[in-house]
């Protein structure tokens, strides 16, 4: 028995959870992984399988029964996401993706927001997160789109670039600055703006190196009128709330990167079992299981602090802003490292498109890059540790 199946016997999922992962589970072999290669060769939306997940009701594990949720734990939610992301990146960032961009209006929005937006996305609406400009990546404080209370409403103008499912969402969390208010970090607020909204328009799509199959969107925003009940909070609250946020999207994309290092490294054992050369089984070469236990060993550390930033979560922790950002730069680090050894153990098949080995290495770059870039996160991690 390997580390993995070891670690699998010694989860404690509740009977009901386990229900939840099977089915999971069989929508991704049935439908999602079978279907990933051609929406990957096409650049195409994955539809099949969004609308697989969605008659599990599976957006349903994230919000409240009150609002058409059937809420499970943090820790189950973050297991789906390795899940589906095994079986399709594109498809694992696009279902995470409706959970960052909604997990907000859950925690901080009103009970009128909660009731009048949520059931939409609870009978498996998407959701995005607009958070991006030109002006700003890492550092949020430089962007330039601007909120402009008139009334019973606001009005928006900018721009927004890199916005996952940002042509195909229902709701849109969208972060700009209030007109009123001239402190750069103090003005940045946060409010939903529906998809039908006069104004908004899609201004293209990005023709990306991997995650194809998922949408990546150039938003404009010119004129758009927005319902003032449709602010989260008051004015100046959105960097409170963006910061708060990112610590429970970044353990959500370190998920999704686990499920592609997942996904590379039992590749890689399939291929290094079933490859013979001069006679032996690759995987019986002693460089290669020098290599294999490497990678295994840091899986099962990533997994397992995952788990914990999961259980931090759960357990209602009120600042885990360190270790969410621990899970991410690891897990999508050793995404990277696993896909790029796996095109490596796969040798000249691993460079072609016959294995999927090319396509988890076109996949794994992204997750270094977005929730903050790892360089961020090294330094935030590094910053800790002053004592003046």
């Known amino acids: 028995m390997n580390i993995f199946e070891q670690m699998a016997q010694q989860r404690d999922w509740a009977e009901e959870e386990r229900i939840i992962l099977d089915q999971v589970q069989r929508v991704c072999d049935d439908v999602v992984a079978p279907n990933a290669e051609r929406y990957d060769k096409a650049a195409e939306f994955p539809w099949e399988s969004i609308t697989a997940l969605n008659e599990l009701g599976l957006n349903a594990i994230f919000v409240p029964e009150a609002y058409g949720g059937m809420p499970t734990s943090y820790a189950l939610y973050l297991e789906c996401v390795k899940m589906i992301a095994e079986a399709c990146a ?210 099962a550390m990533v997994e397992n602090w995952i788990d914990y930033v999961a259980g931090l979560v759960d357990g209602g922790a009120a600042d885990f802003g360190l270790e969410a950002s621990i899970a991410k730069m690891r897990a999508s680090d050793l995404a990277m490292r696993m896909a790029t050894d796996a095109v490596q153990m796969h040798g000249g098949y691993g460079y072609c498109t016959d294995y999927r080995a090319e396509r988890l290495m076109r996949d794994a770059k992204i997750t270094q890059i977005w929730e903050g870039t790892n360089q961020v996160h090294r330094q935030l991690i590094g910053r800790s540790f002053r004592t003046q």
Not at 111 to 117: I, N, S, V
Not at 180 to 200: C, N
Not at 210 to 229: D, E, I, N, Q, Y
């Open 90 to 299: 594109s498809t694992g960032i696009i279902y995470a993706t409706s959970f960052h961009g909604m997990k907000p209006i859950i925690d901080f929005g009103t009970e009128d927001q909660r009731r009048r937006l949520l059931p939409r996305i609870a009978e498996g609406g998407l959701g995005a997160l607009a958070i991006t400009e030109t002006s700003a990546g890492s550092d949020a404080t430089g962007m330039k789109t601007r909120f402009t209370p008139d009334g019973d409403d606001i009005i928006v103008d900018g721009s927004k670039v890199f916005i996952s499912n940002g042509d195909v969402a229902d709701l849109l969390l969208v972060f700009g600055k209030w007109s009123e208010i001239d402190d750069d970090r103090q003005a940045i607020s946060v409010l939903v703006l529906e998809k039908d909204t006069p104004g908004f328009e899609i201004i293209r799509k990005e023709d990306k190196m991997g995650h194809r199959a998922s949408s990546t969107a150039a938003l404009s925003f010119a004129g758009c009128r927005v319902p003032r009940s449709n602010l989260l909070g008051n004015p100046g609250d959105g960097l409170n709330i963006l910061l708060a946020s990112l610590n429970k999207s970044r353990p959500s994309i370190a998920a999704h990167a686990f499920g592609i290092a997942r996904a590379a490294f039992r590749d890689m054992i399939t291929y290094t079992n079933e490859r013979v050369q001069s006679g032996r089984a690759v995987i019986d070469f002693q460089g290669n299981q020098f290599m294999i236990a490497d990678l295994a060993s840091e899986m």
